[in-house]
Nanobody, 127 residues
Framework: QVQLLESGGGLVQAGGSLRLSCTSS????????MGWFRQAPGKEREFVSA????????YFSNSVAGRFTMSRDIAKNMVYLQMNRLKPEDMGVYYC????????????????????WGQGIQVTVSS
């Protein structure tokens, strides 16, 4: 049984930074392509970013490109989302997700392609 666990959320002022972390139990994150999604109140969950299994390729939604970075530390079994210059519209519940069918350099961009999801963690940005 694979479980994903997010951490690092919280309250931050607009313009500030947060780093979200995701780890797993039951299987190493090195075997997954990973993604971050978020869901704001009253809105559908949306794609934020993705990283391939090797950690060599990343992709970001237009709304966060240039402000967010995504990385992975295979030795620590962690995936990170560094969020800079946060805006009130970045607020929501952030989810990490894992795709075990992706090949080494694939980026998984579609929610339905992910196999495992974390419980989510709240990010609140005050204006």
């Amino acid at each position: 049984q694979v479980q994903l666990l997010e951490s690092g959320g919280g309250l931050v002022q607009a313009g500030g930074s947060l780093r979200l972390s995701c780890t797993s139990s039951g299987r190493s994150l090195a075997t997954f392509a990973m993604g971050w999604f978020r869901q704001a109140p009253g809105k559908e969950r949306e794609f934020v970013s993705a990283i391939d299994r090797r950690g060599s390729r990343t992709y970001f939604s237009n709304s966060v490109a240039g402000r967010f970075t995504m990385s992975r530390d295979i030795a620590k079994n962690m995936v990170y989302l560094q969020m800079n210059r946060l805006k009130p519209e970045d607020m929501g519940v952030y989810y990490c997700a894992a795709d075990y069918r992706a090949r080494d350099d694939w980026l998984t961009l579609t929610e339905t392609e992910y196999d495992y999801w974390g419980q989510g963690i709240q990010v609140t940005v005050s204006s």
